[in-house]
């Protein structure tokens, strides 16, 4: 059963589950990092990014390489006019770090029902964007796990080189290291919030594009990743790109290697008691929260 | 160059300034001394729109600035030295500077304003790529000062910068604010070692508990009977 071809196999799957689960957590990480706040409407954006890609490929019947940025730009839309509306002006009034929280719960729920009411509570099935399957070495790998796989480090390193070179990236690194400061720098931090927010969604919705083939479509299903970015940040330390990414990594292929001895419906049972041991012997997170 | 008038500020139901005017002539130094406490920090925050003025005017290079944004004051001309030198620690000391050229008007020539810093402050330039975070205070307080002028600032204020460094440094530090002065920076500086700032300034306003309570040429201040004993020690 352990044969090197299936560990090699169950190694992809958990790479593209953690691929999944990095770009969540990014998402989550920056936002955290910059505006110091929880999104719980985080795990929506994702959702839509499912629904977009469904309503553009199925219903709409475009290709998928025109699909994936216009939905994946329209989430970005939503995020933007969403936080302009009703995270911006909580934003420095006394007890934001509580109301925003009720503010994007109430975003969730309200993002939730509205899937529900536009595209209803079936569960819906979107075809691989990429068909068949490579072989190599009696190996099978399906072409869309690894368009995920790739379409993950290209996302991750474009971001990471936004983030290190571009003027945008120093004034977001200036904003979350010290507001204040980068205040006197000149920087329109509320403006640099409206757009990290946007960016965050974008990253989410990406995440649901490209694995809605994988898990199906329905209003609920951005519910689990943002429980598992959750607990990959937290695993990674609050705070850390490199945590973010590493983590959603690890957890990744801890539940795929965990279904070679457990059935899968332990799968959540790992991931929680991987999230109490690193808490437990490194309660700061495995990368600690270094400034980016 | 920088007028406030009958300032009042408040923080939270308490107020913590009271009726403040006080004025900076172009090309000039003047101080603002005072102890611990009496509201300078406070006072520069406000002009810088850190902290919101609860009634008074604050015009800025003849801009009546009170309902522009802290950040669009920065491209008026107006550059702050936090007190607590407030560096990114996470940052090299060149992408501090960087970000110091942030504002549009200067952004496209950060490279000759980098090149400007790195002569007056050659020791930043040996440390370009070191985090912000392994600086020692004084040169914390140096890349404070370069990264202020990298916006190329009419107006820029000093808050503290004598704060933990040694004595010789201080001088040091000074040296280099009159250096800004003369090539046509106007300065407010702000501190609490009177002896260092009359020294270096041609104006001072006293502020104490809130309210300025004296203002004078720097030579009359150090004369003055009251500073000498409340602040002096003589």
Request: glycine share 10%; net charge positive.
């Amino acid at each position: 059963m352990f044969t090197l071809p299936i560990m090699i196999e169950q190694a992809v799957n958990g790479l593209v589950l953690g691929s999944m689960y990095a770009l969540v957590a990014t998402g989550l990480t920056l936002i955290w990092g910059t505006m110091k706040m929880l999104n719980f409407a985080h795990g929506e954006f994702y959702m839509l990014g499912g629904f977009g890609t469904y309503f553009g490929l199925m219903i709409l019947g475009l290709p998928p390489w025109l699909v994936v940025p216009i939905a994946v730009f329209l989430i970005f839309i939503i995020a933007f006019i969403l936080e302009k509306s009703i995270i911006s002006p909580l934003m420095g009034k006394p007890g934001w770090d509580i109301s925003t929280v009720v503010a994007t719960l109430g975003a969730g729920i309200f993002l939730q029902n509205f899937a529900f009411k536009f595209w209803g509570g079936d569960f819906l099935n979107v075809p691989y964007m990429f068909d068949g399957v490579l072989r190599i070495w009696g190996m099978a790998f399906a072409w869309h796990r690894l368009y995920i796989l790739a379409l993950t480090l290209v996302v991750i390193i474009t971001f990471w080189q936004i983030v290190k070179r571009t003027r945008f990236g120093l004034a977001l690194r200036a904003t979350a290291q010290d507001n204040e400061a980068a205040i006197l720098m000149g920087i329109p931090f509320r403006r640099i919030y409206t757009i990290t927010f946007g960016l965050s969604a974008s990253l989410a919705a990406l995440a649901g594009s490209a694995l809605a083939p994988i898990f199906s479509v329905n209003p609920w299903m951005g519910m689990v990743p943002l429980i598992k970015a959750l607990i990959v940040v937290i695993l990674g330390g609050l705070g850390s790109f490199t945590g973010a990414i590493l983590g959603g990594f690890i957890l990744g292929l801890c539940e795929s290697f965990s279904v070679l001895f457990l059935s899968s419906g332990w799968k959540d049972l790992i991931s929680f008691s991987l999230l109490i041991i690193i808490l437990v012997i490194k309660p700061s997170g495995l990368f600690g929260a270094k400034e980016w | 160059m920088l007028e406030v008038k009958d300032l009042q500020i408040y923080y939270g139901d308490a107020q913590a300034l009271w009726d403040i005017s006080i004025r900076v002539r172009p090309k000039e130094i003047c101080t603002l001394v005072g102890a611990n406490g009496a509201g300078k920090t406070t006072l520069l925050k406000a002009i810088c729109g850190l902290v919101p003025v609860a009634a008074g005017k604050i015009s800025l290079l003849g801009k009546d600035v009170k309902a522009v944004p802290a950040n669009e004051r920065v491209s008026l001309g107006l550059s702050m030295v936090p007190e607590g030198r407030k560096i990114f620690t996470g940052m090299t000391v060149e992408e501090n500077l960087k970000i110091g050229a942030y504002v549009n008007k200067v952004w496209n020539r950060k490279e000759e304003f980098l090149g400007k810093n790195y002569d007056l402050f050659p020791r930043l330039k040996e440390r370009r790529n070191q985090l912000g975070g392994t600086l020692s205070g004084g040169e914390r307080q140096m890349l404070a000062i370069a990264r202020a002028l990298m916006s190329q600032p009419d107006l820029l204020f000093l808050d503290e910068p004598s704060l933990g460094l040694s004595p010789k440094f201080v001088d040091h530090v000074m040296e280099i604010v009159r250096s800004i002065n003369d090539q046509g920076v106007t300065i407010l500086l702000v501190e609490q070692n009177i002896n260092i700032a009359l020294g270096v300034a041609q104006r001072g306003y006293v502020l104490e508990s809130g309210r300025i309570v004296m203002h004078d040429d720097a030579g009359a201040l150090l004369a003055n009977p009251h500073i000498k004993e409340a602040y002096l020690g003589m």
